[in-house]
């Protein structure tokens, strides 16, 4: 049946159905976990600057890797990366599930990132690579809609756990979907693995110098922004990082111009859709992230909500990506992306004026 499957003119469809149950189950962890902060802070009897570090440290863990872990694929084969993905995920499911203290909770999810980093690296480069370049926007866009199901799915999965059981039983239902996940890409994903002697090459130009770099730059970053406000932004320790963070991508800009297999080409840049594009990605993501994660406490401490109603509240955000995102996708490949970019970006800026106006009032 596999090989009959492997044969069929649909492949690049099963392939995408394999990679789309990891993507969505990835999405799922996250917005069920947005919705259980609350009750891991009380839990625990910590507080939000620490918290938020459950959220940062697996970010972090993504945002340091992606780009190592997607050289990697092409090294050693994306199959193998991915499948390796969801076993560290699997893994650090079950242990943020038994975590005896938030430093054990905030190591698994940072372990989970890592796999995560893996998952979704190699798992978009083998839609990208399964489908004809006529095909691509109706994939990713596809896509898209998977993610959009996982957000509405993970609130909403996630206040019914934690309603009915604990915070736990958040990352222990990660687990049995993981395994079956792993099963699944075993069979259906296609092998493509180089040659040794290409191997042996490619390993030898992995650019770990850049890897580094970045990871020093986002960390650096990311300490300084959560801490300025409690330490304050004038101290010797804020100061201190902010310049190494500058330094340290200022450090990974002069390694990539320079090594000759980069894992980031910034010579893209010199593109003003791919500048552009990044900003407006970069920019929108920041505002949608922050939302993300200051609503569960805002719902349930000010608006006192349970779990279950806060779940519910953050589906239709989600519902909307779930069925605009085939539409765009297909409107994309026949149209440009410029003309939905502008409007989606506008679109968007208007709703948060809306909501910042409507939260400020009701509160």
Known sequence: MISAIKSSPNFKWWVFSTIAIGTFLSVVDHGSVLVALPNIERHFGSDLPSVQWIVVGYALAISVLILPMGRLGDIIGR?????????????AAALAGVSPNLGSLIA???????????????????????????????A????????????????????????????????????????????ISMLILPLAKPEPPAEEEARQRFDWGGAVFSGLALLGFLLVVGNGDRLGWTSGLIISGAIATVLAGAAFVWWELRFPTPMLDLSLFKRKLVSFGVAAGWFSFLGSSASRFMMPFYMQRVLELSPREVGLLLIPPAMCMVLLGPISGRLSDRFGSRGLTVGG????????????????EFS
């Open 108 to 138: 698994a999810k940072i372990f989970q990132g890592v796999g995560s980093a893996m998952v979704q690296s190699a798992g978009i480069a083998m839609v990208i690579e399964s489908f004809p370049g006529t095909e691509r926007g109706k």
């Open 79 to 91: 199959k193998q990366v991915y499948i390796g993905g969801m076993v560290i995920f699997v893994i």
């Open 140 to 183: 990713l866009g596809t896509h898209l809609s998977v993610v959009g199901a996982g957000a509405i799915a993970g609130p909403a999965i996630g206040g019914l756990l934690v309603s009915a059981f604990e915070w736990r039983s958040v990352f222990f239902a990660n687990v049995p979907v993981g395994i079956f996940t792993i099963f």
């Open 345 to 360: 970006l506008t679109v968007s800026a208007v709703a948060w004026v809306i909501m910042a106006t409507s939260l400020t």
